[in-house]
């Protein structure tokens, strides 16, 4: 009953978030007007609500808790409270990928929701996340290898990217200036589409592994011990993990900390049960990137200051404090 109502307590403050974070922003707009957008009073107000300002609150829940769940995931797999989607390289592998996708004509094409800005960032996913392990997997010291490895392989495509925009014009870069910074101004309703897409297969993935990842993180032989495959587990978590920082990539840019953030703080709250950590994860970690963004639009108004680097400046010194704790 205690586990059930720390649940209900989530969802209560996801559910205040959505319905005041729309609401944010550099104009301020009226009720009436917003509601009756509803019954085809085709107002200002509504449409700024409805097309703008509704579709980047879910954009930031939807990517933030894809980030979120992906952090808590991995952080048992790897049995490493460092590891998320950022600090494992994945997250820059995958804004690498889709970072090429948009930039060369010859690689861009949509279909529907769906591009290969989505596909090249789950191959560039893919790519960093089997070469981290790999490197760890010759390594005596895995964990720190494996930390070490990650966050060196996202600094080497973060500088990939900037080197390739050296190639590029002035007036084509603006265009992806945003996405570079980790953003979401440039949400739309095709845009979460285009999250969901693969964000969702991907949570779900990551939900299916909750009751194994446990025993799991007792260590391999106590799970084993327990009937668990251990090589199954990790690897359609490390699959859906892929899958939801592929999305959050290609639609968002680059956003890091979050997977870090919200784990560790739905710990303090609910425990270890990975049954609870997971979900609590999504939901407050869409509810503290939907907030980053609000508070990027407020603070700055009418100028807007990127999530990504909002996310940056809370997450960095945690990353520090985490790692002087665990040394």
């Known amino acids: ?71 808590a995931a991995l952080q048992v797999i790897f049995r490493n ?22 930039v060369c004509p010859f690689l861009w094409f949509a279909l529907g929701p769906l591009n290969t800005a989505q596909a090249m960032a789950l191959l560039g996913a893919a790519g960093a996340l089997g070469l981290v392990l790999a490197l760890a997997r010759r390594s005596a010291t895995g964990a720190q290898t494996l930390l070490l490895a990650g966050v060196t392989l996202g600094v080497v495509c973060g500088g990939a990217i900037m080197v390739i925009s050296g190639f590029i014009s002035p007036w ?55 009937g668990v495959d251990v090589a199954r587990v990790r690897r359609w978590t490390a699959i859906g993990a892929g899958l939801a920082s592929a999305g959050v990539a290609a639609v968002a840019g680059p956003i890091g900390f979050v997977g870090l953030l919200a784990p560790h703080a739905v710990r303090k709250i609910v425990g270890p049960d990975a049954r609870l950590v997971l979900p609590c994860s999504f939901l407050f970690g869409g509810a503290l990137l939907a907030a980053c963004d609000a508070l990027g639009r407020w603070a700055a108004a009418p100028l807007e200051v990127p999530v990504g680097a909002l996310t940056a400046v809370l997450g960095g010194p945690l990353f520090l404090a985490l790692l002087a704790r665990r040394r």
């Open 81 to 102: 409270p460092l590891a998320e989607p950022w600090t494992l390289g994945i997250a820059g592998g995958a804004s690498l990928g889709a970072f090429l996708a948009r």
């Open 172 to 226: 084509k870069l603006a265009e992806f200036h945003r996405w570079l910074l980790g953003g979401l101004d440039a949400a739309d309703w095709a845009s979460v589409g285009a999250l969901a897409a693969l964000a969702v297969p991907g949570v779900a993935l990551l939900l299916a592994q909750a009751r194994n990842l446990n025993p799991l993180g007792l260590g391999e032989d106590m799970a084993a011990g327990q």
């Open 1 to 71: 009953m205690r586990k059930n109502r720390k649940i209900y307590a989530f969802l209560a403050v996801f559910a205040v978030f959505l319905a005041v974070f729309p609401w944010i922003g550099a104009e301020k707009l009226g009720f009436r007007q917003v509601f009756g957008f509803v019954v085809g009073d085709w107002t200002a107000d509504g449409m700024i609500f409805f097309q703008i300002r509704l579709p980047r609150v879910l954009l930031g829940l939807l990517a933030g808790g894809a980030l979120a769940m992906a952090g």
